[in-house]
């Protein structure tokens, strides 16, 4: 498969440099990855509902700030972006409580991603997604990783499996699983309207 932007040598090189102390690495790191960082996060905005006041550059921006106050651990290109899907998920779920808490009802809502997409009929705002994906954790973290991974930071099925250090097959599992489940939970609570039933 090909894949755009850095490749895993460059990131791995800079991550490493960046973990034994050397700020120039990291400041070198940033901008190889933001391509990739702001066509995921244009990507996650695009499924949006319109009328968001958070852009893409926004949400790149934060998420660099906030990864720069990271300690440095990751060790390849794939932690570095699953790390970057947990911090887009807080962003967008803070921004969201902020919506809401000004004006009621002014909470973000999502499509959901790929599969998830097409069981749904209505969407769910972003915080529902995210209440539901804290249950999910409790439940399996695994699973609720790989929802995050995909549809907080963009990564392809086969890239979360490695960035969760798991087979394929098991990623592929997993996804089928937490998509059902979440479908059950949020349609449970009156979250969305069902379309279509999950396959």
């Known amino acids: 498969m090909r894949r755009d932007g850095p490749s895993t040598g460059e990131v791995t090189r800079l991550l490493e440099a ?7 690495a990291r400041d070198r790191l ?3 990855v933001y391509a990739e960082l702001r066509r995921r ?21 934060e998420t660099y700030l906030r990864l720069c106050d990271q300690n440095p651990a990751w060790v390849n290109r794939e932690q ?20 809401a808490a000004a004006k009621r009802g002014g909470a973000m ?20 997604l995210d209440a539901a994906l804290e249950e999910l954790t409790a439940l399996d973290e695994r699973q609720a990783r790989l929802v995050e991974l995909r549809f907080f930071g963009g ?10 250090d798991v087979s394929l097959a098991t990623a592929n599992r997993d996804w ?8 059950r939970r949020l349609k449970e609570q009156g979250r969305i309207v069902p379309r279509v039933k999950p396959r």
Do not use: C, N
């Open 109 to 128: 809502r999502v499509t959901l991603v790929e599969g998830l997409a097409a069981v749904v009929g209505s969407e769910p705002d972003v915080l529902d």
């Open 80 to 99: 570095l972006f699953a790390v970057a899907s947990r911090l887009m998920r807080r962003i967008l779920v803070d921004h969201a409580r902020r919506r």
């Open 30 to 32: 940033i901008p190889v």
């Open 18 to 24: 960046w973990r034994d102390g050397d700020e120039d």
């Open 176 to 183: 089928a699983m937490a998509k059902a489940w979440l479908y």
């Open 41 to 61: 996060a244009a990507s996650h905005m695009r499924r949006e509902r319109r009328g968001h006041t958070l852009s893409p550059t926004d949400l790149v921006h």
């Open 155 to 164: 990564l392809q099925i086969e890239e979360a499996a490695r960035a969760l």
